[in-house]
């Protein structure tokens, strides 16, 4: 995924519809390509993690990502995602 879509610079909308082909493939039960979405995805929020709101999508994604994982079988590190993913959102709601 190119420096994302034609873009010099990545923009939260992007990495959004990005995470939701994740969920589309989810539900498609094409897990593997859903997981490759949302990695791609959560890698991306990385990038962009200098302010509240974007670490907030960060732990949508990853919540987004255990949910794949759950329905592939992996409940232990579904688990551990959706763990951390609480955290993120409890830290943020706390601020």
């Known amino acids: ?34 997981i490759k979405y949302q990695k791609k995805t959560l ?11 974007n670490n907030q999508n960060y732990a949508i994604s990853l919540n987004n990502l255990s949910q794949t994982l759950k329905r592939k079988g992996e409940l232990d590190k579904a688990f551990f995602l959706m763990k951390i993913s609480y955290e993120i959102l409890k830290s943020i709601m706390s601020d």
């Open 1 to 34: 995924m190119k420096k994302i879509i034609y873009q010099k610079e990545l923009h939260p909308d992007i990495l959004i519809s990005i995470d939701g082909i994740g969920l589309t493939m989810m539900k498609l039960q094409e897990y593997e390509k859903a």
């Open 43 to 53: 890698q991306l929020w990385e990038e962009l993690k200098e302010n509240k709101r």
